[in-house]
């Protein structure tokens, strides 16, 4: 069983400050990784996603790889009230046909 | 609109009716997913679609019938449904080849049975 594991939260951050969210998974041939953001009552909503190793930014996000110890990360710099949801990490396996595995999401409060 | 669209929104069935539920997309995309989520489980693959008339299971396919004529349909069908399917139900896309494969969803159906 390919696993994707993340820390269920809540994760309280004060706003301003930086929100970091760790995602580890099982398997080595895991190609292409993926940050969702999914407001309660709301379908996930893609942030970015990353395939190489190192850090790639995308406004106030980044998403780190390190695919030698399987763990992405996701940094959000200056959060805001509005960054308040439960982040989605999800994962595309090497012989997925297109499948990803998601994690469970953490659920990240954002206080003012 | 473009994009990715479900129906009905919301449904209350009984148990044992056979309920389904519908997904459209107008990317042309390739592949299609169904997803429940449940609190505690997070989003678990129902059935998932690599083009027309191509389907297999996912995860938790026990209950559920699925089929794709067209490339822009996938509908979900519970053939007699339980009060384990309670759930809410998202359908998504993707392409095969564009950008990383990230997938898209749609705006859910949440189904009670009852």
């Known amino acids: 069983q390919k696993e994707v594991e993340q820390n269920s939260g809540p994760l309280s951050v004060p706003e301003g400050a930086i929100a970091s969210l760790n995602c580890t998974y099982s398997?080595?041939?895991?190609?292409?990784f993926f940050w969702y953001r999914q407001y309660s009552g709301k379908s996930p909503e893609l942030i970015m996603f990353i395939y190489s190793n190192g850090d790639k930014e995308d406004g106030r996000f980044t998403a780190q790889l390190n695919k030698a110890s399987q763990y992405v990360s996701l940094l959000i710099r200056d959060s805001q009230p509005s960054d308040s949801a439960t982040y989605l990490c999800?994962?595309?396996?090497?012989?997925?046909?297109?499948?990803?595995?998601f994690g469970a999401g953490t659920q990240v409060v954002v206080t003012p | 609109d473009a994009g990715i669209t479900q129906s009905p929104r919301y449904k209350i069935t009984e148990t044992g009716r056979q309920v389904t539920l519908m997904c459209h997309q107008t990317?042309?995309?390739?592949?299609m997913f169904w997803y429940r989520q449940d609190l505690g489980h997070g989003l678990r693959l129902i059935y998932y679609?690599?083009?027309?008339?191509i389907t297999d299971k996912g995860e938790v396919p026990d209950g559920y019938v699925v089929s794709r004529s067209k490339t822009e349909n996938f509908p979900l069908t519970l053939e007699s449904a339980t009060r384990s399917q309670t759930s809410v139900y998202f359908c998504?896309?993707?392409?095969w080849g564009q950008g990383a494969g990230e997938q898209y969803f749609g705006p859910g159906t949440r189904l009670t049975v009852t």
């Open positions: 990317w042309s995309h390739s592949y």
């Open positions: 998504a896309s993707s392409e």
């Open positions: 679609s690599a083009a027309a008339d």
């Open positions: 999800a994962v595309k396996f090497a012989d997925s046909w297109g499948k990803f595995q």
């Open positions: 398997d080595r041939g895991s190609q292409s």
